[in-house]
């Protein structure tokens, strides 16, 4: 069964410091992994998608690396700021247009 | 802004009733999915619609049923409904053959089934 698992479930640092989240998934034949920001009662925000054939992603402060061997992919945030407070979920992809199979997210809060 | 597009933001129902559920996917996109969101919970995979056609499931009862216009905009229709279906539904569109299939997604529609 295709799983995916986020820990852990909430994180609070102070403002300033580097983060990393962590997402595992059960089958490592991913096509995919996207990295979403959720604000409470909104949609969800894409914030970087990784390619099986990669290794890695960066956005701005943002460095998502996806390792399909050990099953993890790892969301990095370089000096974290208040407004970084969100859920964020990871969700992985097994066939080009097909489902995203989401984890339960993380809740990080940047305390100022 | 993504362009993907819900309506309504939120509504309220009884058991037994039934909803529908709007998505304008965003311009040149060809897929809708739906997925629905139980509070602290990570999305679920209910269906998705390429051109019109339903193309792939989750575990989601018969009652969960939806449709794809020539647009490329879609409709979630939930019969009988239970108090469990209460959650945030959300809609993604994707562009499938295109030079990547990021999914966008909508705000969501909050349903509370009282």
């Known amino acids: 069964k295709q799983e995916v698992t986020q820990i852990p479930a909430a994180l609070s640092v102070p403002e300033g410091e580097n983060l990393v989240l962590n997402c595992s998934f059960t089958?490592?034949?991913?096509?995919?992994l996207q990295w979403f920001r959720q604000d409470p009662g909104k949609g969800l925000t894409s914030l970087l998608l990784?390619?099986?054939?990669?290794r890695e992603q960066t956005s701005g402060r943002l460095n998502a690396s996806l390792d399909k061997s050990s099953g993890r992919s790892t969301l990095y945030i370089a000096a974290s700021q208040p407004g970084d407070s969100a859920t964020y979920l990871c969700?992985?992809?097994?066939?080009?247009?097909?489902?995203?199979?989401f984890g339960q997210g993380t809740e990080l809060s940047v305390k100022p | 802004e993504t362009g993907v597009t819900q309506s309504p933001t939120h509504l309220i129902k009884t058991r037994g009733q039934q909803v529908t559920l709007r998505c304008s996917s965003q311009?040149?996109?060809?897929?809708v999915s739906w997925y629905q969101q139980a509070l602290g919970q990570g999305p679920q995979f209910i269906f998705q619609?390429?051109?019109?056609?339903?193309?792939g499931r989750g575990n989601f009862p018969p009652r969960f049923s939806g449709l794809q216009f020539p647009n490329y905009s879609s409709e979630l229709n939930v019969n009988a409904l239970e108090l469990d279906d209460s959650a945030l539904y959300l809609c993604?569109?994707?562009?499938?053959?295109?030079?990547?299939?990021?999914?966008?997604f909508g705000p969501g529609t909050r349903l509370t089934v009282l």
């Open positions: 311009s040149g996109h060809n897929t």
């Open positions: 990784i390619q099986s054939s990669q």
């Open positions: 619609y390429y051109r019109e056609e339903e193309n």
């Open positions: 969700a992985g992809i097994y066939n080009q247009g097909g489902k995203l199979i």
């Open positions: 993604a569109s994707s562009l499938v053959g295109g030079a990547t299939d990021t999914q966008y």
């Open positions: 089958d490592s034949a991913i096509y995919n």
